[in-house]
Each structure stands twice: as structure tokens, then as C-alpha cells.
């Protein structure tokens, strides 16, 4: 049973932008916080944003004014838009609610960036 699917990761360039997606399940989507979460080889898992239900963000410090979380109530989807992405910006992303549920947590979706 899959109930949150990541997407729109790949390979960009230093300074480039990507997109990433979260399609997550109704009952999930509605009732919980969720967040996009990265891992980087030799790394803990870390939070680097967060979104409620009313639209309030928070983000790591790292990624602060440079990535945005959204969310689409409609879509039952969150977002993250990555600007200016940097070379430390290298990991598997994933989402999940905040606090994450253990048996949410999926394959993510790689972002590289790299020349």
C-alpha cells in the first residue's frame, strides 16, 4: 500500500531549481503537518521544511530563503520548490507528516547537484 509517492527529483546544476512533488492520501494529507525530509550518504535524516494545514511554514536554517514548502488541499499534494541549489543540497528527499509516522516513510526521490 503506497500512501505518499515523491517525485520531480533529478540531476541540476549548481544554482538551478527543481520542483518536488508529494502526493500524499486524503486521511494523511488532511489531518496531519507534513514535511520534506533529506538524507545525504554518511548523514541522519534531517527536516528541512514543514507546512500545517493552515498554510504555516518552518524550514531549516540551511535552506532558509531558498526553498519554499506548499501545499494544494485539493490535490491532496505538497510541494517543494528549490531554488539556488547548491552542491550540499545532495540527498534523497522524502515526505512525510511532521512528526513522521515510521510506516510512511518511502523511497524518496533523488536530487543530485552537480556540475
Known amino acids: 500500500q503506497v500512501q505518499l509517492v515523491e517525485s520531480g527529483g533529478g540531476l541540476v546544476q549548481p544554482g538551478g531549481a527543481l520542483r518536488l512533488s508529494c502526493a500524499a492520501s486524503?486521511?494523511?494529507?488532511?489531518?496531519?503537518?507534513m514535511g520534506w525530509y533529506r538524507q545525504a550518504p554518511g548523514k541522519q535524516r534531517e527536516l528541512v521544511a514543514r507546512?500545517?494545514?493552515?498554510?504555516?511554514?518552518n524550514y531549516a536554517e540551511s535552506v532558509k530563503g531558498r526553498f519554499t514548502i506548499s501545499r494544494d488541499n485539493a490535490k491532496n499534494t505538497v510541494y517543494l520548490q528549490m531554488n539556488s541549489l547548491k552542491p550540499e543540497d545532495t540527498a534523497v528527499y522524502y515526505c512525510?507528516?511532521?512528526?513522521?509516522?515510521?510506516?510512511?516513510w518511502g523511497q524518496g526521490t533523488q536530487v543530485t547537484v552537480s556540475s
Open positions: 486524503g486521511s494523511i494529507f488532511r489531518f496531519n503537518v
Open positions: 507546512i500545517t494545514s493552515g498554510g504555516s511554514t
Open positions: 512525510n507528516t511532521f512528526p513522521s509516522t515510521r510506516d510512511y
